[in-house]
C-alpha cells in the first residue's frame, strides 16, 4: 500500500501593520494556499483570524481552528502542534504577527521539528521589514548583518552600539536592528549622538502603512534637517560606518 504523502507546512507571509492589511500585497499562490488551509498556527489568536478573513467570508475564517505559537516558551507543544499535517492529513499554515515567519520570528523551531519529523515545507515570499528598509536606505545590502533588539540598559545600549559601528567599519558590512515603538525615539536620539558623524544612517518607520517614513544619509547631513518624530513608532535602523 502506498503512503499518501504528507501535506506541508505552509509559512505564510503577513502583513506589516493593521492599516496594511491587503491581500492584493501578497502573490496569488498566497490567497489560493490560504483558501485550502484546515488549521492555522499563530502568535496572536485575534491577529490569525483577521488573516484568514482576508482570503475568505468570515465565516469560513471562524470555523477554521487555530493553535497558538509563541516560539521558545511553547517547545513542548512541537509535537502536537504538527500531529494535524502527520497525523490527520491536514493542511495547516504558520503565520508570524507581521512578515515572514521565521525571520525575526521564533518559526524556526516548529520548521526544525517538522524536518526532523519528515513532514515537508513550503515557504512563499511575501513582505519583510527588514528588507524592505534595506531596499529603501540606499546602504550596501551585499553584507548585512541583523541584530534583533539591542539591549535595555541605556549603557549597554551605547557600548552595543559603538561595538556594531566598528564591526561595520572593519567588515564593511550594514548593520540592522529593530525597535520596540515605545523606544525607537530615544534610540533615535541614541544614535545621533553616539555614531560618528561620517557613518551613513537610515531609520524606516510604519513601512507599508500610510504613514511609512525613511530618513537617510549621512549623520553630519542628517542633524543639519529637521528630523521627524518616530515616537511610538514601529522602526528599523540601519546604518553603514565609513572609514
Known sequence: MVKTPLKPLYLLPNFLGEEAFDPSLLPLKVHQTVASLQGLIAENKQVGRRYLSCFMPHEVAR???IALYKGESDRRLLDFLLE???KEGKALGLVSDAGLPCIADPGFLLVRRAREKGIPVEAFGGLSSIFLALMLSGLPAQRF???GY????ELSRKKELLRLEAVSKRE???EVFMEA???AEKTLELCF???QPTTWFSVAWDLTLPTQGVLSGPLYRLKKQPIPSV???AALFLFFAEE
Open 63 to 65: 470555523s477554521i481552528p
Open 84 to 86: 494535524p499535517i502527520e
Open 145 to 147: 548583518q541583523f541584530n
Open 150 to 153: 539591542l539591549p535595555i540598559e
Open 172 to 174: 564593511r558590512m550594514t
Open 181 to 183: 515603538p515605545h523606544r
Open 193 to 195: 549622538a553616539s555614531l
Open 231 to 233: 515616537k511610538s513608532r
